[in-house]
């Protein structure tokens, strides 16, 4: 059984940072191209960013220089740090992992809010 955990979401202040990491079990982790998306409310959901088996990186034009992607194959687990949060950047957050299926996490709430 795939099962992809988030975790570190939360309530930030605008210009604060927050680590989300996502542990993933039920698929050979290494293999996968692995991504976050999040969805506010109203809105479709959307990339952030993603990493690939070979650890390399895309972000979406809202986040780049703000949030760095990495993966650790050791521990099954992707993160995402994001600094400089925004009001905009409150969502909800979810972990994708792509090979040859595409798996989804329960997703994690972010809210940016002074």
């Known amino acids: 059984q795939v099962q992809l955990v988030e975790s570190g979401g939360g309530l930030v202040q605008p210009g604060g940072s927050l680590r989300l990491s996502c542990a993933a079990s039920?698929?050979?982790?290494?293999?996968?191209?692995m991504g976050w998306y999040r969805q506010a409310p109203g809105k479709q959901r959307e990339l952030v960013a993603t990493?690939?088996?070979?650890?390399?990186?895309n972000y979406a034009d809202a986040v780049k220089g703000r949030f760095t992607i990495s993966r650790d194959n050791a521990k099954n687990t992707v993160y995402l740090q994001m600094n400089s949060l925004k009001p905009e950047d409150t969502a909800v957050y979810y972990c994708?992992?792509?090979?040859?299926?595409?798996?989804w996490g329960q997703g994690t709430q972010v809210t940016v809010s002074s």
């Open positions: 994708n992992a792509k090979l040859v299926r595409e798996f």
């Open positions: 039920g698929i050979i982790f290494r293999l996968n191209h």
């Open positions: 990493i690939t088996n070979s650890a390399l990186t």
